[in-house]
């Protein structure tokens, strides 16, 4: 059964033709005693609707604060990021809410659940946050758990799941608003490699049924040359990374199984 979403109340009005997300001379600097340290020299980046990016790089080289700034928690010293075709830059803090809430999905390498809560509840959490009435929200929390291989775990807490169901349980709280675009800062550092590889291909399955977009920063070579391109950011700046075609693609196996 395919997910589908209501539309909350006061949507941000969007462009669909426009697309997922681009990046446009993105700068940013931190102050350290008397130096200046540039992360980011002007970043560009589009990032087409229902495609698959990986940004690989070394420690320290800015991977986190450029997914910062591309999911609209800080801000760049230059330039901009636009969703869907809206400027964060333009946006107030309430549009600009609305925004990341209703077309953006994050996923981290520590799932950052709330524990007091069952994997229902915490899927159903965007939804709510959107204005979807609780009993709808709790409807389409329950699909999008059943849709990752959960529907057995959904009132279960944090706790009670092994970290796969757990990072699962973060992927569909991603999904439930059905965004333009899922921002994942290593999702599959924690996981086993059966576990990595049967959430590689339904990230695949997903961008193509769904149109879903995904931005991944990753070390995972395997994971990286999975997605549809490959991205390094070295120097303050990103740049093409040839993908080894030899490199296996994970097979799409049953995510409900008990692999964990």
């Known amino acids: 059964m395919r997910p589908t979403t209501s539309s909350a109340a006061d949507s941000v009005e969007t462009n669909q033709s426009k697309p997922a997300l681009s990046c446009l001379n993105l700068r940013k600097h931190y102050d ?5 340290i540039e992360v980011l020299r002007g970043i560009e980046l589009t990032l087409s609707r229902g495609e698959r990016l990986a940004i690989v790089g070394s420690s320290g080289s800015g991977k986190s604060t450029l997914l910062n700034l591309i999911g609209g928690l800080d801000t760049p010293d230059h330039g901009e990021v636009r969703l869907l075709g809206n400027a964060f830059s333009s946006c107030d803090d309430n549009t600009r809410g609305k925004l990341r809430n209703q077309h953006l999905g994050f996923v981290y390498q520590f ?13 159903a959490m965007p939804q709510l946050i959107a204005g979807v009435p609780k009993r709808k929200a709790l409807e389409e929390a329950a699909i999008w758990l059943g849709r990752v291989g959960l529907s057995q775990r959904v009132e279960h807490k944090p706790a009670e799941l092994s970290g796969g169901e757990r990072q699962r349980v973060a992927i569909a709280r991603a999904l439930v608003n059905k965004p333009a675009c899922v921002l994942m800062d290593e999702p599959t550092g924690n996981l086993d490699r059966q576990t990595a590889d049967s959430i590689q291909a339904l990230l695949a399955e997903l961008s193509e049924t769904l149109s879903t977009s995904f931005i991944i920063v990753t070390h995972d070579e395997r994971l990286a040359h999975s997605m549809d391109r490959v991205m390094i950011l070295q120097d303050g700046l990103l740049q093409p990374k040839s993908v080894d075609a030899s490199t296996p693609r994970p097979v799409m196996t049953d995510v409900g199984a008990e692999h964990d």
């Open 111 to 123: 799932h950052h659940l709330l524990g007091e809560f069952t994997a229902l509840e915490n899927v």
């Open 32 to 36: 350290q005693g008397p130096a200046v």
